[in-house]
């Protein structure tokens, strides 16, 4: 038998990032220590990116090599055990990975819930460790609302901290304008907020972000009738920047600008 201990840790991880990944949370939004926080829309420049590209394509690499070493273990080492089911309100699933060799498992529960009267839908997951030593919990909560929606998302981690993340999208057909309203509570107890309104103009959009600790971002784009885009960005510091004075850039691209479909 070939599953050790490694293996084991191996499926965690992976069942982990499974349910971290399927809240749609991105990192930023749980590093409200950081100044990752307020990259508003993602407006970063060349070399940041860079940068998060070759970390991107290290964990790619970790990823596959993981893969690999998965595929030459010996399936009878292990025991996977699914129950799905039907509730009053909705659906649930547990997954059981058990190490055949050890007795040792990790367990993955998820379930999605809907309230009619309230027109609510919830997800909830949580990953338990080996022998239930340690677990990892997520849980989302969509309701719709008059103008849009409000999303709420509450994750504790196995040292029980918390983080709740709130994003609140309204519609304004009239005038032809979105706004997002994200507020972020981490586990140090401060709390980050970020409201995104975007307009639409006659030859483009009009999207301004304000944070709460005074930063904005705007950003005014038009396409010409080439199909050429224009945007000017300005962005101006919040309390946490030394350099007071605001940034202003403008920049072209031949393609559609994707940040117009936020």
Known sequence: MHFKRKSLGVAIGAVAAVAMGLTAL?????????????????STSAKQHSRADRRADTRNDRHKDRRRDDSERDP???SRDVD????????SR???????ETGKSITHEHSTSRDTEAGTVTHSQEVTGPNGEKSLSTSTTVEKTDDGRTATTTITTPDGDTTTRTVDVSKDPESQSA???????G??????????????????????TEF????????DASKSSSGEWD???????GESTADPESTTATESSSTDDSSSED
């Open 179 to 185: 706004t997002r309203t994200m507020t972020t509570d």
């Open 84 to 91: 799905r089911s039907k509730t009053e309100d909705g659906v």
């Open 231 to 237: 945007r000017e960005v300005t962005r101006t510091p």
């Open 26 to 42: 991105p990192a930023s939004a749980y590093s409200t220590t950081t100044a990752a926080y307020y990259a508003a829309d993602g």
């Open 212 to 219: 709460n600790n005074g930063a904005t971002t705007n950003v």
């Open 94 to 100: 547990d997954v059981i990975i058990t190490n055949d």
């Open 187 to 208: 586990a140090d107890g401060e709390e980050r907020t970020r409201e995104t309104t975007m307009q639409r103009t006659d030859d483009g959009f009009n999207r301004t």
């Open 76 to 78: 009878a080492d292990y």
